[in-house]
C-alpha cells in the first residue's frame, strides 16, 4: 500500500496495554466487557497468531523501532539491578516510529508508558521528546501506582505533583484523558496534517487498582473458578474461530489446586474482578479516544492498532516482600498514599486488593486464566508468554469487518505495516548514526484476505527461546532442552515432536544461532557471568 496518495495519509493511533492475557477481552473470548474494543473488531480485524516478545520494555523497543529488543540495546529490562549485558536504552542505531513519522511530517504524541530508557528522572537522549515524539505525558518507569504514579512527567518535566494534588487523579483515565485531548487539539491546530498518537497503558500490570463501581461490576463473576472459567473460554474461542477444535486446553498449572480445593477463594475472586476493572476502565477511555475520532471526523482515515506487550503475568507479590527493594531501588512503588497512609505491600488475604493503599497482583491461576488454553506466561516463550490479541480497525481501507486472520506475525511488523500504508520512508541513517534495517514484514497485504507467512520468527528472553518457521516452532524453557511443536496441529504445545525429527531440530537451531548471532543476543550462561563478577546475581536468582 505504498502507493497511498499523501493527501490521504492515515493518521495512525496505536494502542498497547500491559500484562494482558490472550483471552481476556471480549472479543477474545474473555468475561471482561470490553464493548469499545469489541466494536473496533466487529469493523475490523483480529489477528490470531500475532506475537509480542514475552516482557514490558523489550517489547516497546521492539514495536517501536521494528527491529528485534537485543538490537536496540534492551535484552531484557532498563532498571539498574546489576550488568545485564544490554544497555537498557535505546540505542542509536535504531528510529522510532515517532521519529520516521515526524519526518514525514506527522504530529506525534505519547500517553502513557515509555519503560525504553534506564535514567528515570533526568532527561537523556533516550526520552520520548528526545526520540520522534513532540509531546510526552506518562511515565518513565515499567510499573507503579495507579493513584500516584512514580515519574509521571509532561515534556521532560516531573509531573508527580499532578497526581498528589488531584483526589480524583487515576493514571488509566488520565492517560485516556489526554490522548483524546491530543486529537481534539490537533484537529484545530493542525488540520490537514497527520498524527501519530501512541497510547501505552499500564493497565492491568499490578498492582491490581481499579475503581469501586468497575470493582462492583464484576462481583461473582468468576466465583465458578480458574478450572470452570478456563473450560468456557475455550469454547468461546472455537467457536468464533481463534482456536482450533483439535488443539487441547493446556492442563491447569501443577502448582495451583483446582478451584474448588483452593483456601481462600473469596479474596482470590476479588483479585480477578479487580484485574477485570482496571480492564473495563481501559475499554471505557479506548472508547473516549474513539469518540475524539468520530467528533473531529478523523475515524474513518485513522489506523487504529490494539495489542498487548506480554502474556499474562504469573508474578506473585509475596507476603514478606521488601518495600524498601520495590520503593528504593526499582522505583516502582511508593511507601505511603497521597493522604500519608501507608501502603501495605504483598498478596495478603486479610486484605481486599483495589484500593491505593494496597500492593497485589493477582497471582499465577488467575494468569493461567488469562492465557487460555496456551502454556506459561510473561518471561517465557511459549504461546502463553508471547501471544497477544491484535485488532486493526481502518474503515477506509479494512472493509473486512469482523473478520479473523490467521497469518503469524510479530512486533516489528508493526513498524513495517505503518511505513507501508503511510508511505513514510525508513532511513539508513539518522542523526549521522547508521540504522539498522527493519525487521519487519508488513500486515497490509492481509487486509482484504488472509495470507501465509514464508519468513522466519525469532525470541529471546532470559535465555528463553524459540524460531518458528511456518507451522513449526521449536522452543526452549531455559535452561531445559529444545522442544518441536506442530503449529496447525497443537498450537497448545502439548506433543513435543523433537525426538522423531531430530534433523528438523538442528536445522532450526541453525536458523537461532544464526539469528541470535546477527541481533546481538547475550546467551544467559553470559550474562550471570557478567552479573556474579559484579556481585549482582542475587536478583536473578531469586527469580530462578
Known sequence: MSDTPATKRPNIVLILND?????????YGGEIETPNLDR??????????????ARCSPSRASLLTGLHPHQTGIGILTYSTGPEGYVGNLNKN??????????????????????????LTEPTDTWPLQRGFDEFYGTIIGAGSFYWPNTLTRGNENAEHEAKEDPNFFYTDAI??????????????HPGAPFFQYVAYTAPHWPLHAHPEDIAKYKGRFDAGWDELREERLSRMIKSGLIHPDWKLTDRDPTQPPWTEAEERA?????????AAQIDRMDQGIGRVLKA???????????????????????????DVSPQALVEDLMIARAQTRDGRPVRFGNIPEIMPGAEDTYQSYGVAWANLSNTPFRLYKHWVHEGGIATPLILHWPAQITAGGELRHVPGQLPDIMATILDVTGAAYPQTHDGNAILPCEGVSLAPSFPEDGERTEPMFWEHEGNAAVRVGQWKLVRKYPGPWELYDMEADRTELHDLSAGDPERVQEMIGLYQAWAERCGVIPREKILELMKAQGAAAFWEEEE
Open 293 to 319: 475520532l468520530e467528533d473531529t471526523g478523523q475515524m474513518d482515515d485513522t489506523l487504529v492498532i490494539f495489542l498487548s506487550d506480554n502474556g499474562a503475568c504469573a508474578e506473585d507479590i509475596p507476603e
Open 267 to 275: 479474596w482470590l475472586a476479588r483479585c480477578m474482578e479487580v484485574y
Open 176 to 189: 485516556s484523558t489526554e490522548a483524546a485531548d491530543f486529537i481534539h487539539r490537533h484537529a484545530k491546530e
Open 94 to 119: 535504531c528510529v522510532t516510529i515517532a521519529e520516521v513519522l515526524r519526518k514525514a511530517g506527522y504530529r506525534t504524541r505519547l500517553t502513557g508508558k515509555w519503560h525504553v530508557a534506564a535514567n
Open 19 to 27: 500484562d494482558m492475557g490472550f483471552s481476556d477481552i471480549g472479543c
Open 40 to 53: 473496533l473488531a466487529a469493523n475490523g480485524l483480529r489477528y490470531s497468531q500475532f506475537y509480542n516478545t
